[in-house]
């Protein structure tokens, strides 16, 4: 027995009146209770081990928060990066409405072919009179000349 013990137990022997058998199991009954939240207190306690376990994951959470915020954007850049893709949407609808469709195209393709034809017809025809009116002038230029060669009456 120890100090603490040997005075625990003349504690209950003396100032509580116990019997010395009484007083013994007393002291044992309190040992062991005390060893027993002793044990159980060790248990809730953590190792070495656990805690750099604990300290290690900790380090690379904090290490992944900051990756984290370093790839953050502020608002600013945020609603500049927004207002920039509202801006290139508003250029593509621009265009899109500018597209026309393969029926659209068709029918612009038929009328320029027909305009395209008109043309022509109507070049050939006036170089067809442009022609006709210079041989005419050739027809009238010969017969004045032999008209006035006296070779025409």
Do not use: W
């Not at 003396?14 to 309190?30: C, G, Q, R, S």
């Not at 850049?77 to 621009?94: C, D, G, R, S, W």
């Amino acid at each position: 027995m120890n100090t603490g013990t040997l005075k625990l137990y003349d504690f209950a022997r003396h100032d509580l009146h116990l019997p010395d058998k009484k007083a013994m199991e007393f002291v044992t009954t309190l040992g062991e209770f005390s060893e027993m939240q002793l044990a159980k207190r060790d248990l809730d306690l953590a190792t070495k081990t656990e805690l750099l376990a604990v300290k290690t994951e900790l380090k690379q959470e904090i290490h992944l928060v900051a990756t984290r915020m370093d790839l953050m954007a502020t608002k600013e850049e945020l609603y500049a990066t927004k207002n920039e893709l509202k801006q290139e949407i508003h250029a593509v609808a621009t265009r899109l409405n500018l597209m026309a469709t393969k029926e659209e195209l068709s029918d612009v393709k038929l009328q320029l072919t027909r305009s395209i034809h008109d043309t022509e017809t109507r070049l050939t025809k006036h170089m067809f009179a442009a022609s006709l009116g210079q041989v005419i002038v050739i027809i009238v230029t010969v017969c004045t000349i032999l008209k006035y060669a006296g070779i025409l009456r």
